[in-house]
């Protein structure tokens, strides 16, 4: 049985992935100012950085149409899969929902299931990577969906910000208190909830210590983690995605360690120097 996997573009692709017809990333739409960028393989994400720093707006997100999603879907695969950043930040899930039921209404016999990650970024990565083992591994349709609920039920976020604009730019934290923090060289380390939103697991002063203390809260969240591969996205700061993959190694058994670059939708949430991690 053949399968396809599509992604909104906050989900990173693997570099295999881009040559590979069975991956498609649908872009979401990036705001500054009164400039919108199309979130595809044209992304700039110097040229965003740049322009972000210097907008006193906050930069938003456009998610796809269900058109864009509807055409993604109707393909020539037996099976069909979607992964969307988590409907509790965007309203990309519903819009992928709606496209698959826009599909329906011309092949109603079409198998295409759309997953809310309740992550981002390389949360979103891994759940394509177990979307497609269990393919690879002949699995059925329907246990494929259910493996991978279960995966989704079990997976951690979580990030360090280097830059806290972002969060002062959209309501998160007052002017002042993105000032102290600044200058106090606080970084917090952020995590997701059970239901994909965002929450606040420490802090702390400088941005290694920062460091260290996800990897704690990394190693206390999972379990087993000798079965399990971890993904690590960077925003401009391939040197600290580095020096946190070999903490992680030194500290835990793992299947694997991916690294990659954040896209477009990823890079506006972690901002210039941020650093996101999935397992």
């Given amino acids: 049985m053949s399968y396809k996997i599509v992604i909104d573009s906050c989900g990173e692709l693997l570099e295999q992935w881009k040559q590979d017809e069975r991956f498609e990333s649908v872009p979401l739409t990036l705001t500054v100012g009164s400039e919108n960028i199309i979130d595809d393989e044209t992304f700039d994400q110097a040229d965003f950085l740049q322009k972000v720093a210097a907008c006193p707006e906050c ?79 002949g699995l059925p349709f329907e246990d494929v969906i259910s493996v991978v609920n279960k995966y989704i039920e079990e997976q951690h976020t979580f990030f360090v910000l280097e830059n806290l604009e972002t969060l002062r730019k959209n309501g998160r934290l007052s002017r002042v208190k993105a000032l ?64 946190l993959k070999e903490a992680i190694q030194e500290k835990m058994k793992l299947t694997d360690i991916v690294v990659l670059n954040t896209a477009g939708v990823s890079s506006m949430y972690a901002n210039d120097g941020g650093i996101i991690v999935a397992v």
């Fill in 59 to 137: 930069p938003k997100s456009a998610c796809p149409s269900p058109e864009s999603y509807r055409k993604a879907f109707d393909c020539e695969a037996d099976h069909v899969y979607c992964v969307t950043l988590s409907s509790e930040l965007s309203g990309s899930y519903n819009s992928a929902v709606l496209g698959a039921s826009l599909l329906h209404e011309e092949r109603k016999d079409k198998q295409v299931h759309v997953f809310n990650s309740r992550s981002a970024s390389v949360g979103q990565t891994l759940i394509a990577m177990k979307i497609a083992q269990c393919e690879d591994a």
């Fill in 180 to 243: 102290v923090a600044t200058a106090l060289k606080i970084k917090p380390i952020m995590g997701s909830t059970p239901e994909g939103s965002i929450c606040q697991l420490d802090q702390a002063r400088g941005m290694n210590k920062a460091l260290v203390k996800m990897v704690e809260k990394i190693m206390e969240a999972t379990e087993n983690s000798e079965s399990k591969v971890l993904a690590i996205s960077h925003c401009n700061s391939p040197k600290k995605a580095q020096m």
